[in-house]
Structures are given as structure tokens and as C-alpha cells.
């Protein structure tokens, strides 16, 4: 089958060539990379990628093929997608389809035969930027002129363009496989605990560790003020990841300052950001971000080292919190920067990684034990 050339060019003038796979077409995003050696379809799916070219540093992608199973959201949202070799023959006895013919089938464009590495090694000396990745025009200067022109990461409230319309109950716990490796309880009925969810781009494990551990799940859109998430009575809210810039999401922000210590919050990457602006906090934007299945994160109250899935590109600065309200609890072994908090006297905290991590790590998996436990101390039952 004849190959069809295709560019990635940065917006520094950097050009990669390589070969189009997946949908036809142009997009720019902002280009990333990530280092998980498994996982790409749930990468794919997760919605924290919205506005984002992903580029994978493992050599083969696409040897297991997709599934339904393993999805993350309703559709894949990264903007392109770039390999250095696509496998056409995937190989394993759950996939359905090929991932060209996956992303051909939900438009998202892809080149492969790129040099990863030396892409790899560009964004982590000079940062993340923007790219534009095209099989039609090739011509690199009528490239770099589009994606220099294109908005950047900075200021983009991307939450609303991923969240859902209208609120929904979540009933799909965790398959029995996933349990029984991760310790996620038995997908038990009792539905002891009402947890309402802020979808801003929020992940389907999420909602299933939710739900194997009992609780009856209500899925919330971006915009939900307080007082309408208040009414569902729930016994916990949990702000989900999702993607863009924090600091926009002014609505969010609002809600959660007016929800604080009325019910225990969990927040969870984007939704831990949300958390540090509620609490009066800044961010800021990280040099090339964090995104992998193999970051090192300390926990400060245990002295253990879990090994973590990460996917952001901001920080919450712990040192802009007045008053000393925060605990750290927990930090980047890679650079120091804060990875998880807790409120000193309010039933409040989150992580900046993802303790619901699929295919994995599943080290941090605990801290939907421990949000069930806020909840159970909030409300005064065991």
C-alpha cells in the first residue's frame, strides 16, 4: 500500500517529515509528548489531550490493536497524533480494528516514520509549542506561517468543549480484571454514598473506581454552579482532569470556593488545579508538562514512592495559598513540584496525577479509599 507524505512542523520552523496514517487532513495543537510505553488508546480518549498533537516516545504503537472496551470517553479528542511506527497488523485477541482505521474513523490525522526522539528531545530543551501536522499542503512555509498565527495553550478554557450537556448516572463499575489488580472492591449495589462528578473532560475510570466501590455516581456538566450540585445532595464531589488552562475556568473556580466545606471534595489533575485557584492559589504554565505512565511521585506522609500516570501541563504553587491553608502532600520526584494537597481544616484535597490510571500504574488507587473515608468522618458514620 503506497505511503502518502505528511509534516509536523513546530512553530520554531523545526520540520519533521514522515508518512500520513489515520484521517487525512491539517490540524495544530499543541505539541506534547508522552511517555508511556502501553495505553495508547486510552491516551487517545482521555480528554485532558483536547487541543493537543500527542507524540508517543515508544518506538511501535498500534501492536495490540483497539477495543470498546478500553476507552476513556465518548470519542477521542487529541488534535494529531505522531509515531515512530504505526503498526498496520495488530496482534492480540480483544482488538476490533486497527488504530489507523480507529482514528481514520473518528478524524483524527497521524504520521508516523518520524524521528521521535530527536522530537522528543526538541520539546524537552525548548518546551512545549505549538505544531501543525498536514498530508495536504506541504509546503513548510505556508505551514509555519498557519501555526504561528494559531492561539496558544495559555488562556484557552478548553473544559466546556469536552464536558457533557446534561447530567448523568454512571452505573459501569470496574470489569473484574481491573479489580482484582488494583484492590477496587467487588462493584458492590449499596450505593451508600451520592458522589456528584464536575465533567471537565473527566475520564471513564474515574466514574467506574467510583462505582466499585458502591457509590451511585452522578455525572455533572463544567458549569454547574453550586447551588444546583447542592441539590442532588451528594455526599462528596469530585472535580475531574480535563484540559486547557485552569485560570479561565472562572465558573469552576466559583463553584468550588462556594462548595468548600459543605461537602468533602476530591480533585483530580485539572480539578486539583481548580481546588489551589478556590482556595485563593495561582498556577502557571510547566515547561513541557508531564505526561506519562512512569512519574515518581513521593508522599510526604508515608515516606512511599508511588509510581504514577500523569497528563498536565500547569502547576498549582503551593507558596500562593494564603495562610498556610494547605498541606503537602505530596510531590514530584522528577522536579520538586507539588503533586497532591489537603486542606488543614476543611474536608478538601486532590493530586495533580491519576490515581484511576488504565492501564496503569495502580499505586495510587488508594485515594478513592481515602476519599470515602472523608466522607464517611464528614457525615459521622463508619
Known amino acids: 500500500m503506497k505511503k502518502h507524505p505528511a509534516l509536523l512542523v513546530l512553530e520554531d520552523g523545526t520540520t519533521y517529515s514522515g508518512f500520513s496514517f489515520g484521517a487525512p487532513g491539517e490540524r495544530i495543537g499543541e505539541v506534547v509528548f508522552n511517555t508511556s510505553l502501553t495505553g495508547y488508546q486510552e491516551i487517545l480518549t482521555d480528554p485532558s489531550y483536547k487541543g493537543q498533537i500527542v507524540v508517543m516516545t515508544a ?12 476507552v476513556e470517553s465518548r470519542q477521542p479528542f487529541v488534535e494529531g497524533f505522531v509515531v515512530r511506527e504505526d503498526c498496520s ?23 508516523s516514520d518520524v524521528d521521535t526522539r530527536s522530537l522528543t528531545r526538541r520539546l524537552r530543551d525548548k518546551g512545549a509549542m505549538n505544531g501543525i501536522l498536514s498530508d495536504g499542503d506541504l509546503q513548510v512555509e505556508s505551514l509555519l506561517e498557519k501555526v504561528r ?14 464536558s457533557c450537556r446534561q447530567p448523568y448516572v454512571w452505573t459501569e463499575p470496574l470489569s473484574p480484571s481491573d479489580r482484582s489488580s488494583g484492590g477496587d472492591g467487588s462493584g458492590n449495589d449499596d450505593e451508600r454514598w451520592h458522589v456528584v462528578v464536575y465533567d471537565f473532560g473527566v475520564k471513564y475510570n474515574i466514574l467506574r473506581s ?6 451511585r455516581v452522578t455525572v455533572v456538566p463544567a458549569t454547574t454552579s453550586a447551588d444546583e450540585a447542592l441539590a442532588l445532595k451528594p455526599h462528596g464531589v469530585v472535580l475531574s482532569n480535563g484540559p486547557g488552562d485552569p485560570e479561565p475556568v472562572i465558573y469552576a473556580v466559583q463553584a468550588t470556593r462556594q462548595l468548600l466545606g459543605r461537602v468533602p471534595i476530591f480533585g483530580i489533575c485539572l480539578g486539583h488545579q481548580i481546588l489551589g485557584l478556590a482556595l ?10 508531564h505526561h506519562g505512565g512512569n512519574h515518581p511521585v513521593k508522599n510526604l506522609r508515608s515516606g512511599r514512592v508511588e509510581i504514577t500516570a500523569q497528563n498536565h501541563g500547569f502547576g498549582v504553587d503551593p507558596d500562593s495559598i494564603p495562610d498556610g491553608a494547605i498541606e503537602v502532600t505530596h510531590v514530584s ?10 486542606h488543614r481544616s476543611l474536608p478538601a484535597f486532590s493530586v495533580q496525577y491519576h490515581p484511576e490510571a488504565s492501564p496503569g500504574p495502580h499505586d495510587s ?10 466522607i464517611a468522618d464528614f457525615h459521622g458514620k463508619v
Do not use: H
Request: charged letters at 20%; one cysteine or more.
Open 59 to 70: 518506538t511501535m504503537i498500534g501492536n495490540y490493536g483497539v477495543n470498546p472496551d478500553d
Open 89 to 111: 497488523v495488530p496482534s492480540n485477541w480483544r482488538a476490533t480494528q486497527s488504530l489507523s482505521r480507529y482514528l481514520a474513523d473518528n478524524g483524527i490525522p497521524a504520521i
Open 149 to 162: 498565527a494559531a492561539p496558544r495553550m495559555t488562556g484557552l478554557d478548553l473544559a466546556q468543549a469536552v
Open 210 to 215: 467510583l462505582r466499585s466501590r458502591g457509590c
Open 280 to 289: 485563593g492559589g495561582k498556577t502557571y504554565k510547566l515547561k513541557f508538562g
Open 333 to 342: 520526584l522528577n522536579d520538586n513540584c507539588l503533586e497532591g494537597m489537603c
Open 365 to 374: 488507587r488508594y485515594l478513592f479509599d481515602q476519599f470515602l473515608a472523608m
